[in-house]
């Protein structure tokens, strides 16, 4: 059973690099059934990226009326993203939504695909993220860690029920 955790945001526009950070503070665990990888996009690129694996976490700075370093945790294979998790800023790309919904659409989505957004208070120019989103970068990286090293004691004992 694969397991996948990708990153996603821009390390010099702020809080948008939470995603970056949470990867970066997973890295020891990249290796064989466990890949980390970080992307400064959520484009359609993603739909290739995580197709073959069992089970995805995306990590993603998000916006909205919730205070800074608030974290939300998506189940987006059994439903869509919420409205404010869906669009793009961008006129040119694909945003993390549109990105799963094209996956759905076309059968490629994982067998489970866990989005944690964490929301931004200030995507400005510049490195570091503030207190509160630095805290809850930490906070999500805590909780795939434990997600993934369930995940793949359960992919153990299921392989010793086969043999």
Known sequence: ???LVIGIGNRHRRDDGVGVVVTSFLSDLDGPGLRIISTDSADVGL???WSADDTVFVVDAASGDDPPGTIHRFDA???SLPAQM???PSTHVLGLGEAIALARVLNRLPRQLIVYAIVGGDFGYGGGLTTAVQDAAAEVARRIRCEAAARLRESMKQQREED
């Open 1 to 3: 059973m694969a397991t």
């Open 47 to 49: 739909v290739d990226r």
């Open 77 to 79: 294979t059994a439903a």
């Open 86 to 88: 869906r669009g793009s």
